[in-house]
């Protein structure tokens, strides 16, 4: 972003009174991500997770509305000249291409991250891709999902540094590690010409409820500029 002369800014949890997400979104420079999906790309992430409970995210806590839950958004630089990632030459949405952003931002840099060694994420869309106004700009492409991922819950045994952003799950749980878990998620989808930029507005959660509340109250509000 700051190489293409603008800014993304999302609110975080504070914007609202419950205690629901983390204060502010962070931001993650990937790496990793050309070698994960075979094809040079840059790829920034903005993210946010659950709010603190009990000295852990509510990330961990299964009976909430944000329980592995996650919002942000992926800006993605294609290293080909010739390629806006995905859409194709007509415009159109190429869906496995968008899943391969979020399947390796949910298998490598979140399960992996707390020791989930066989994390394995499949989407599933509602509908085909509808066309939206959003943020003031024209021509976004929504896709609806459910998601079938793996859940963070699982018993200590080693110490992993992504525990210092999420604290650690809670000593008591007594069931397997990394059960499966169904999520429903929310993408919002736009190549912006004037920056050579996809970018990728995105919520995930255990309900569309939740979703659809922080579309509403929190995504919504995302302003992008220069």
Request: glycine share 6%; with cysteine; net charge positive.
């Amino acid at each position: 972003m700051k190489q293409k002369n603008f800014t993304i800014h999302i609110p975080g949890g504070s914007i609202t009174k419950e205690k629901d997400w983390y204060p502010f979104v962070m931001t993650f420079h990937d790496k990793t991500i050309s070698s994960s999906i075979g094809e040079e790309i840059n790829l920034t992430i903005l993210y946010n997770f659950g709010a603190f409970e009990k000295g852990r995210s509510l990330f961990y806590k299964k009976d909430s509305d944000y329980f592995n839950a996650f919002y942000g958004a992926y800006v993605i630089e294609s290293k080909d000249n010739n390629r806006k990632y995905g859409f194709n030459e007509k415009g159109e949405l190429i869906e496995k291409e968008i899943m391969k952003i979020s399947s390796h931002d949910i298998e490598t840099l979140v399960l992996k991250s707390i020791g989930c060694r066989n994390a394995k994420v499949t989407f599933h869309p509602i509908s085909p891709p509808r066309k939206a106004n959003y943020l003031s700009y024209k021509n976004w492409l929504i896709v609806d999902s459910t998601i079938i991922s793996k859940s963070p819950l699982h018993h200590v045994k080693n110490f992993y540094p992504a525990y210092i952003q999420y604290g650690k799950p809670p000593k008591n749980y007594k069931g397997k590690d990394f059960l499966p878990t169904h999520l429903y998620g929310r993408m919002y989808c736009r190549y912006f010409e004037e920056y050579d930029v996809t970018i990728l507005l995105y919520i995930l959660g255990p309900n569309s409820e939740m979703v659809d509340k922080t579309d509403h109250e929190i995504l919504s509000k995302t302003v992008i500029k220069k």
